[in-house]
């Protein structure tokens, strides 16, 4: 039969294992929430990525239509000029001007079909990129919401078992405490029972002492608190 120390001692231990896994699983939702925070600027990231491409394009047409524009404007003046001249090798001269203008305005057009054509394929893949990036980040953000929402459940969880904790703890005398604090701090569970003459916690054999004390053996056995040789843990006798 356990001693009312024990009973005391595991319902303690019962309510600081969850305690713990409290605050283990609130540990991780930050460090959740800032992988998802990452995902959704990488995502919006590649939308930006995009529109500057696409913005880069339209600027390149842009300076394509001045220089046709201004070269345009060069070819017009030739023409009027060499209707002017009266001197053969002046006419010739302008005739060639005209022509490399011509030619110069021709590779721009072409320069400025190649570029419409890049920004239309740019803008179809931008709309469908935008579309599915931006679904992505709906997701995203739909995941911080419900790590949000958990992060605050289990808060309220926490806050509820630590109130236990403290109840828990309230029945067991300052010593008793002290002991199982210190074992608590670095293994648990703190409390375990001995199976077959060993220790649930480390598995090892304990003591003939050890097991006498912990079967409630002795004048101060309803208030000794026995613990393992090996690994410190506190014992108990589980029929």
Known sequence: MLTPLIQALLILQDRDIKRLGLEAQLKVVPADVARVEQKIAAEKAAIDTARTEMRELEAKKKVLET??????????????????????????????????????????EAQELAIMYAIDEAKKKFVAAESELKTNISGHESRIKTLRERETSLSAELKSIQADVAVARAPVDAMKLRIYDRIAVRSMPVVVAIHGGKCGGCHLKVSSEVESASRGKGPDASTQVPVCDQCGRIVYWEN
């Open 67 to 108: 220089e046709i524009g201004s070269a345009e404007d060069k070819l017009g003046r030739y023409r009027t000029q060499q209707l002017s001249v009266r001197k053969n090798d002046e006419y010739q001269a302008l005739g060639h001007e005209i022509a490399t203008t011509q030619t110069q305005i021709g590779e721009f």
